[in-house]
């Protein structure tokens, strides 16, 4: 049975660095959300429309979708222009019977959930003409976390367990919407519980050995060598996220 597909949007990038408020640029506080949900996903093929710091436009990102054929495209933003809280976007014209209307639910609901104990306003399941959603031929969510122009949000965005918090509840949602089994993520793999790739429990007291091709920094090299070990045949090749 093949993985569902994810593609992960960060907005804006390059010489576009999206809203600007208290030091925080929102390219990066997408990129680096995204990252950390791509590191926290098992189960699922995680593509991402950039990886670093480079401009995208909307065009390449819609094109990016069309070529993926994702389960779920889930566009990364943050917020500004004077507001607070939490909102998501789907097209104006899915509908409710729509593929995109139903994980918007999810994705909404579990981000909601995770971000309870820092009391963050839910702004709503909304709909708008985004390019990202409008021209996207495959179910398309887009989230706006946090208003970076309200010092209490920028704040929070500059909290690591805030950003890991938000990080586990877009992983969860992304569960949700596709129907994985609940906790085939691991966030933050530490261990032998799970088989890392594979989602599998793994008895206690089960020793696993792990054949390791290299260690990176760069989220972005781990992933050419993935390719390169996927290239020469080993399907299960995966990616082990270990914090130090
Ligand atoms: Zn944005």
Not at 7 to 24: F, I, N, Q, R, S
Not at 46 to 56: G, H, K, P, Q
Request: aromatic share 10%; net charge negative.
């Amino acid at each position: 049975m093949s993985k569902p597909v994810v593609v992960l949007d960060p907005g804006h990038g390059g010489y576009d660095p999206g809203a600007v408020a208290y030091g925080l640029r929102e390219k990066e506080l997408n990129l680096k959300l995204a990252l950390k949900v791509a590191g926290k996903l098992s189960g699922v093929k995680v593509l991402l429309t950039r990886e670093s710091d480079v401009f995208v436009s909307l065009v390449d990102r819609v094109a990016f979708s069309r070529r993926a054929e994702p389960d779920l495209f889930l566009s990364l933003h943050a917020n500004a222009g004077g507001g607070r809280g939490f909102e998501s976007f789907i097209c104006s014209r899915a509908g409710a019977d729509s593929r995109a209307f139903e994980m918007q639910g999810f994705m909404h609901g579990k981000i909601i959930e995770a971000l309870e104990p820092w009391a963050i306003i839910d702004r709503g399941l909304k709909k708008a003409a985004f390019y990202v959603l409008r021209h996207n031929p495959h179910p398309a969510v887009l989230i706006e976390s946090l208003f970076i122009d309200n010092e209490r949000e920028a704040g929070l965005w500059r909290d690591p367990v805030f950003v890991e918090t938000l990080a586990d509840g877009v992983v969860s949602g992304i569960e949700a919407a596709l129907e994985l089994p609940a906790g085939s993520t691991k966030p933050e793999a530490t261990g032998g519980e799970a088989a890392p790739g594979t989602g599998a429990a793994i008895a206690p007291g089960t020793t696993l050995y792990t054949v390791q091709v290299g260690a990176f920094a760069y989220i972005e090299n781990a992933r050419m060598r993935l390719d390169e070990a996927r290239m020469a045949g080993f399907e299960d090749a995966f990616i082990y996220q270990k914090r130090f």
